[in-house]
């Protein structure tokens, strides 16, 4: 989990507090904070603290991080409401420009609060 920050990186500088954002989780491994343009009532983003360009990176590199993203985004869900019973959330990881990844910056979209359609545009 030694990845060094990129100076240029959006989410670098809102993990390491240089741009404000709404955190809504911090661990050791992971931070989480609302998404400025938000596509549901909840739309949480949560990262790695290191630098990844995207999941697929740090999969290989440092897979138990990998892990704690899920991990934060149940926990997240549940703090938000969205676990019960009839409800539920999406987890996306967009990962390429096909994918519609603009941050390359390593990021799981938490989204919920509203009934998803399939499949996604
Ligand atoms: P991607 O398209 O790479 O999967 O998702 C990037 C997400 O980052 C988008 O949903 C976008 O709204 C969000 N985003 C971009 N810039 C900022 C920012 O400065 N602050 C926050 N909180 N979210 C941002
Ligand atoms: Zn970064």
């Known amino acids: 989990n030694s990845a060094p920050p990129d100076p240029d990186c959006l989410f670098c500088k809102i993990a390491a507090g240089d741009i404000d954002a709404t955190?809504?989780?911090e661990a050791e491994t992971t931070v989480a904070f609302r998404d400025l343009n938000p596509q549901a009532p909840t739309h949480?983003?949560?990262?790695?603290?290191?630098?990844?360009?995207?999941a697929a990176a740090l999969a290989e590199a440092d897979p138990a991080t990998a892990a704690h993203l899920?991990?934060?985004?149940?926990?997240i869900a549940a703090a938000e409401g969205l676990d019960g019973a009839d409800g539920g959330y999406r987890m996306v990881l967009n990962t390429g420009p096909a994918a519609h990844q603009t941050v390359f910056h390593a990021h799981l979209h938490l989204l919920g609060g509203r009934q998803m359609t399939w499949p996604p545009g």
């Open 23 to 25: 955190i809504v989780h």
């Open 44 to 54: 949480v983003l949560v990262i790695p603290r290191s630098h990844y360009p995207n």
């Open 70 to 75: 899920f991990d934060a985004a149940r926990e």
